[in-house]
């Protein structure tokens, strides 16, 4: 599902942030990718969803070679990813529904279609009887929870999340990753960038720790608390 091949990104202003990444993830798992702030854990995982663009090496994800893909292709390779962010990104002149909608409305389907989708993943995150609400009025915990809703309303085969715990309190960022693990338990592959080992350590999955942009050699892309997927 996942392979990076030797891949090094560099940003423009030159910062390196990933250095000689060598790593492979199988369909189906679910794994943490760990580490300090500024390790290089966000910048991977822009790379998968080519939010940003590698500058050396090869990656695939789910058999396609992300260099082959073109910037007016990128929508459609998107199709088949979702992605929770920490900071939410919800529109807030927007319903909950509205927002857990958009991907599918972005994609193309039908009214019926949208509103079953949309009814079942507001459901599978227990806010379907806040559908018609401003997500400002809701909380931190249950707007991440519609950021999720909106990540897998559109079934995709690879889960991203970006610190989705960050904002949340212990109580509730255990929760959160119970949810993706049930995400997990149907068939996604979940990648989730965090610095809370305390947490990762509590899931019993991989750990891929990063340092300063690379995997260091002694881990051998793993960490003495992995649990091989």
């Known amino acids: 599902?996942?392979?990076f091949n030797n891949v090094h990104m560099q940003y423009r202003g030159g910062h390196l942030?990933?250095?000689n990444i060598n790593l492979h993830i199988e369909q189906g798992a679910m794994a943490f990718i760990s580490g300090r702030s500024g390790a290089?854990?966000?910048s991977m995982l822009r790379l998968i969803a080519l939010i940003?663009?590698?500058s050396r090496g090869q990656i695939i994800i789910?058999?396609?070679n992300l260099e082959r893909v073109r910037d007016n292709r990128i929508p459609y390779y998107r199709r088949n990813i979702g992605f929770v962010f920490q900071d939410h990104r919800l529109l807030l002149d927007r319903t909950v529904f509205d927002n857990v909608a958009l991907p599918l409305v972005i994609a193309g389907h039908g009214h019926t279609e949208i509103r079953k989708r949309v009814h079942a993943a507001l459901d599978k995150v227990g806010l379907l009887?806040?559908?018609s609400v401003n997500p400002m009025t809701l909380s931190g915990g249950e707007?991440?929870?519609v950021g999720i809703a909106r990540a897998v309303v559109h079934r995709p085969l690879l889960l991203l999340a970006d610190e989705p715990t960050g904002n949340l309190d212990p109580a509730l960022s255990l929760d959160t990753m119970k949810l993706f693990e049930q995400f997990n338990q149907v068939g996604v592959t979940v990648l989730i960038a965090s610095h809370d080992m305390d947490m990762i350590k509590k899931m019993r999955k991989r750990i891929i720790t990063l340092r300063e942009g690379r995997i260091p050699t002694h881990f051998g892309?793993?960490?003495s608390n992995e649990k091989t997927v």
């Open 1 to 3: 599902m996942i392979r």
């Open 17 to 19: 942030a990933l250095k």
């Open 40 to 42: 290089g854990k966000s």
């Open 52 to 54: 940003e663009r590698h």
């Open 62 to 64: 789910n058999g396609q």
């Open 129 to 131: 009887k806040k559908e």
């Open 143 to 145: 707007q991440q929870r």
């Open 221 to 223: 892309n793993t960490s």
